[in-house]
């Protein structure tokens, strides 16, 4: 079969929240974009993940003109309540650092960026296989696949962006000589439930006991999202919904003012706890954002707020890459009978080619930010949750640092400050 053969400035493997974020914004700097992905839209809308964005993440969705609705159905939330052995906290975030966090699910965050970018004529494969990426050390990194009708397609760019999420394919490109894979698993997961019940309490509970940790999030005004600390191992069908409620209520304490609202139970899911890092995040001609560079555990409610970090490091660095180029081509140009070095439309040259420094300070800026986050991440989940092999000094350890954080207007700080993405 023949393949079809096109050029732009930057393809995307992966349009979930990073890839479409950043296809947006390179748009706005008249730099064009295709993305590719292998779930269909109808799926990606229809997965359950993330629930919290910090105030920049909504800041993003609204510049990047996707529509209002994070604003007026998304709910903010000023604060929110730890819980350690039925005793409940509340952490103000307003009034200890002047920031809320939303709650807005992130498969509306990707409704809202998937309408806009096709509303705006940006060109998107769903449901494609097959992807292959090559000649990133090259001027000239090309993105192979067959799409839905099964046509083979090739897309020559000047730069390839991995968002391709935790499983990344474009990530295993950079060499192992110098790639560093940072990588910790925990010996314990969430067991996650949506139900049909109306909210619990007005704001999250983060909630830990001797028998471990529970979550109470939220999602509309008739569905909630909860989760509870278990084993990695654990079948969710060995569960039934009166043992998963009586275990949720039991974490929160059976005899104390917070009493759940239950009811039908329509999806169950365990979520293993990994944290990873890549570094470097760029490589020659690629990039990486998003879960693709790095994973944390979910207690932080950071993952989708670190892709959007990047998308918010990644898009300038990229523009000046492109001017850079640009200004080398026009002076190619103007030189007798040369060929511009690469840019769209422009024939791009195999040899081989240093990650350009734009690319490489992203990297570096994006990185310490990933590891603040990381930090917060781990240490509010060993905060949070039993240890496997916890005993009674282990436990009461952990409600003395809960205690530290909770009984001090600067503890109370440092949490609410991590929490709401560090005002950055
Ligand atoms: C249960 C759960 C709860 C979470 N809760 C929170 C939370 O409260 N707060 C928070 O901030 N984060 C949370 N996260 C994390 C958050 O969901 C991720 O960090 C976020 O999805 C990252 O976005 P992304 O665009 O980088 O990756 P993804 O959303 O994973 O998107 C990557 C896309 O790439 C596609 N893809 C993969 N391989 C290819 C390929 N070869 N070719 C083309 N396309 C490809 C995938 O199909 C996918 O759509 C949670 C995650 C889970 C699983």
């Given at each position: 079969?023949?393949?079809?053969?096109?050029?732009?400035?930057?393809?995307?493997?992966?349009?979930?929240?990073?890839?479409?974020?950043?296809?947006?914004l390179?748009?706005?700097?008249?730099?064009?974009?295709?993305?590719?992905?292998?779930?269909?839209?109808?799926?990606?809308?229809?997965?359950q993940?993330?629930?919290i964005?910090?105030?920049?993440?909504?800041?993003?969705?609204v510049?990047a003109?996707?529509?209002?609705?994070?604003?007026?159905?998304?709910?903010e939330h000023?604060?929110?309540?730890l819980?350690?052995?039925?005793?409940?906290?509340r952490?103000?975030?307003?009034?200890?650092?002047?920031?809320?966090?939303?709650?807005?699910?992130?498969?509306?965050v990707?409704?809202?960026?998937?309408?806009?970018?096709?509303?705006?004529?940006?060109?998107?494969?769903?449901?494609?296989?097959?992807?292959?990426?090559?000649?990133?050390?090259?001027?000239a990194?090309?993105?192979?696949?067959?799409?839905?009708?099964?046509?083979?397609?090739?897309?020559?760019?000047?730069?390839?962006?991995?968002?391709?999420g935790?499983?990344?394919m474009?990530?295993?490109?950079?060499?192992?000589?110098?790639?560093?894979?940072?990588?910790?698993?925990?010996?314990f997961?969430?067991?996650?439930?949506?139900?049909?019940?109306?909210?619990?309490?007005?704001?999250?509970?983060?909630?830990n006991?001797?028998?471990?940790f529970a979550?109470?999030?939220?999602?509309?005004?008739?569905?909630?999202?909860?989760y509870?600390q278990?084993?990695?191992?654990?079948?969710?069908?060995d569960w039934?919904?009166?043992?998963?409620?009586?275990?949720?209520?039991?974490?929160?304490?059976?005899?104390?003012?917070?009493?759940?609202?239950?009811?039908?139970?329509?999806?169950?899911?365990?979520?293993?706890?990994?944290?990873?890092?890549?570094?470097?995040?760029?490589?020659g001609?690629?990039?990486?954002?998003?879960?693709a560079?790095?994973?944390?555990p979910?207690?932080?409610?950071?993952?989708?707020?670190?892709?959007?970090?990047?998308?918010?490091?990644?898009?300038?660095?990229?523009?000046?890459?492109?001017?850079?180029?640009?200004?080398?081509?026009?002076t190619?140009?103007?030189?007798?009978?040369?060929?511009?070095?690469?840019?769209?439309?422009?024939?791009?040259?195999?040899?081989a080619?240093?990650?350009?420094?734009?690319?490489?300070?992203?990297?570096?800026?994006?990185?310490?930010?990933?590891?603040?986050?990381q930090?917060?991440?781990?240490?509010?989940?060993?905060?949070?949750?039993?240890?496997?092999?916890?005993?009674p000094?282990?436990?009461?350890?952990?409600?003395?640092?809960?205690?530290?954080?909770?009984?001090?207007?600067?503890g109370?700080?440092y949490?609410?400050?991590s929490?709401?993405?560090?005002?950055?």
């Amino acid at each position: 079969m023949t393949e079809h053969e096109t050029r732009v400035d930057v393809g995307i493997v992966g349009g979930g929240p990073a890839g479409l974020m950043t296809a947006l914004l390179l748009k706005r700097r008249g730099i064009t974009a295709v993305v590719i992905e292998t779930r269909t839209q109808e799926q990606i809308r229809h997965t359950q993940r993330a629930g919290i964005l910090e105030a920049p993440t909504v800041n993003m969705l609204v510049e990047a003109e996707v529509g209002s609705r994070v604003l007026t159905d998304g709910h903010e939330h000023e604060g929110t309540v730890l819980s350690f052995d039925g005793i409940q906290r509340r952490i103000d975030f307003q009034a200890l650092v002047g920031r809320s966090v939303w709650l807005y699910p992130q498969n509306e965050v990707f409704h809202d960026l998937a309408t806009a970018w096709q509303r705006e004529g940006g060109e998107i494969h769903w449901a494609v296989t097959e992807t292959a990426v090559e000649g990133i050390d090259t001027a000239a990194p090309r993105i192979r696949f067959t799409d839905a009708q099964g046509q083979r397609r090739s897309i020559e760019a000047d730069l390839i962006v991995g968002t391709d999420g935790s499983r990344s394919m474009c990530r295993k490109l950079i060499p192992e000589d110098v790639r560093t894979d940072h990588f910790i698993s925990y010996p314990f997961a969430w067991f996650g439930i949506l139900c049909e019940a109306p909210p619990t309490a007005p704001e999250l509970i983060y909630a830990n006991s001797e028998i471990g940790f529970a979550l109470i999030s939220q999602r509309n005004e008739s569905v909630q999202r909860m989760y509870f600390q278990c084993d990695p191992d654990t079948d969710p069908e060995d569960w039934t919904e009166e043992a998963i409620f009586d275990h949720i209520q039991q974490v929160l304490g059976v005899e104390g003012e917070i009493q759940l609202k239950r009811g039908p139970i329509i999806e169950k899911t365990v979520l293993p706890f990994r944290s990873y890092v890549c570094d470097p995040l760029s490589h020659g001609r690629l990039v990486l954002a998003g879960d693709a560079g790095h994973t944390v555990p979910p207690t932080g409610a950071k993952g989708l707020n670190l892709a959007f970090a990047d998308v918010r490091a990644l898009v300038p660095r990229v523009e000046e890459f492109f001017t850079g180029l640009r200004a080398q081509a026009v002076t190619q140009a103007d030189g007798v009978g040369q060929e511009p070095a690469s840019i769209s439309g422009a024939q791009g040259s195999s040899a081989a080619v240093e990650t350009p420094e734009p690319l490489r300070r992203y990297s570096r800026t994006a990185l310490d930010r990933v590891w603040k986050a990381q930090n917060f991440s781990y240490w509010a989940t060993n905060l949070l949750h039993r240890q496997p092999e916890e005993n009674p000094f282990t436990h009461k350890r952990r409600r003395g640092e809960f205690d530290a954080i909770t009984d001090s207007v600067h503890g109370q700080a440092y949490f609410a400050d991590s929490y709401t993405g560090w005002g950055d």
